[in-house]
């Protein structure tokens, strides 16, 4: 689970956020909350890995 939250992160930033800011078009909305989910994504994994037993 943590596994998926982290990859599923990574590709939202990049898809929504990065690619469109490197070839210079505006991102506009879309890159805030690319970001935002991004964060959201990355606590929730470290949520999940932190439940789990040694």
């Keep these: ?8 992160s990574i590709a939202m930033l990049v898809t929504v956020f990065l690619q469109p800011v490197s070839s210079g078009r505006a991102v506009g909305l ?3 909350s690319a970001v935002a989910a991004f964060v959201a ?7 999940v890995l932190r439940k789990m037993e040694d």
């Design 1 to 8: 689970m943590a596994t998926t939250g982290n990859a599923l």
């Design 41 to 47: 994504l990355r606590v929730a994994a470290h949520y």
């Design 30 to 32: 879309a890159g805030v």
